[in-house]
């Protein structure tokens, strides 16, 4: 089992949200069950953001190639960004708030998947091999 294996589950996790969202989205739009899905996903999202800071960044910060802890660094900072944009969004939108206006709401929850999406792809591809590498 590789060092990064949990990390990519919890990615895995949080897409199939993403996409159950957007598919209730294209739906009928349940403002509670869009709710209902967001709020699972601030949860995964929220422990893998943590488990990152407590495993994967030290571990990364430690390596002896200054290259593994320059990227460490900047995935760090892009992610602090990222994720106080995604803890506005998931405070702003409530049950009433989607349902006054669900296309809004659908157009920044397209922004903020874009911006998430891409970020795991960086992770699974540039990220996690280096914390696999460090861990042997």
Known sequence: MGFTD???TQHNE?????????AELKGEAD????RKLLSNL??????????????L???LQGASDPKVKAMAN???TEMGGLGGAFAAYNTRW????IRADVASFAEETDAVFAALTQRIVRENRELYPLADAAAT
């Not at 949080?14 to 957007?22: F, N």
């Not at 403002?31 to 869009?34: M, Y």
């Not at 409530?94 to 708030?97: E, F």
């Open 6 to 8: 949990k990390f990519r």
């Open 14 to 22: 949080i897409l199939v949200i993403a996409k159950e969202m957007t």
């Open 31 to 34: 403002a509670a069950v869009l």
């Open 42 to 55: 601030a949860g995964k999202l929220n422990f893998h953001l943590a488990m990152e800071d407590q495993a």
């Open 57 to 59: 960044y030290p571990r």
């Open 74 to 76: 900047r995935f760090m």
């Open 94 to 97: 409530q049950v009433s708030a």
